[in-house]
């Protein structure tokens, strides 16, 4: 089987040098000694400081303005294990909590998030959410492999190995609860 050109590989690298997909895109190198010493330490600062204060990693990079309650809400949300917020209609419930959820799976890689609703439709909305902002905002869409939303299953997946899974509040879902590894989100709606 001959090659359609006679440079395939230059021309899969032109046509990756215009694609948004950082993991398709072509990469500069950096060896495992330029990362070290002082340029490793700055990294390392700059993570600590974007986990301990979200609102920053929320407007600087996602590029979403948050009011200075919603701020607040984000975080009493990272400092707690238990975060309980009471909060009345049009408080924007289900935006601090997809915002909160793209926060995590982008600051803690791995890390799989379970909302949980009433039923699969509530949970949804969240993941809805998600997509709203995923066409909104590049960086977003960019940490964002794959999106499913269908009335069996409502699930994002992160290329950092995160990910986002809406499950209805029953028996047979008690497995995928405990799947997750570090933090459960539950988000309890009234009736639509």
């Known amino acids: 089987m001959t090659p359609s050109s ?4 230059q021309d899969s690298f032109r046509k990756d040098a215009k694609t948004i997909d950082v993991f398709r895109k072509p990469k500069d190198m950096v060896r495992h000694k330029v990362l070290e010493g002082e340029r490793k330490e700055r990294m390392k600062r700059w993570i600590t400081f974007m986990r301990r204060n979200p609102n ?9 303005m948050l009011h200075p309650f919603q701020i607040l809400m984000i ?24 915002i909160w959820a793209l926060t995590l ?10 909302t949980v609703s009433k039923t699969l439709k509530q949970g949804s909305l969240i993941i809805g959410k998600i997509e709203e902002l995923r066409n909104k905002h590049p960086n977003i869409a960019r940490e964002i492999k794959s999106l499913t939303i269908n009335p ?8 950092c190995g995160s990910n986002i899974k809406a499950v209805p509040s029953s028996e047979s879902s008690r497995g995928n609860i405990l799947l997750a590894n570090l933090y459960v989100i539950v988000s309890i709606f009234g009736e639509t």
Request: aromatic fraction near 16%; glycine fraction near 6%.
């Open 152 to 159: 069996n299953n409502a699930e994002v997946q992160f290329h």
């Open 105 to 114: 799976c982008v600051l803690y890689p791995g890390i799989k998030v379970i």
């Open 6 to 9: 006679a440079r395939p590989y």
């Open 75 to 98: 975080w009493v949300l990272q400092r707690s294990n238990l975060g309980y917020i009471v909060a009345s209609r049009a408080a924007s419930k289900t935006f601090i909590i997809s």
């Open 56 to 64: 920053y990693l929320i407007r600087d990079y996602f590029g979403i």
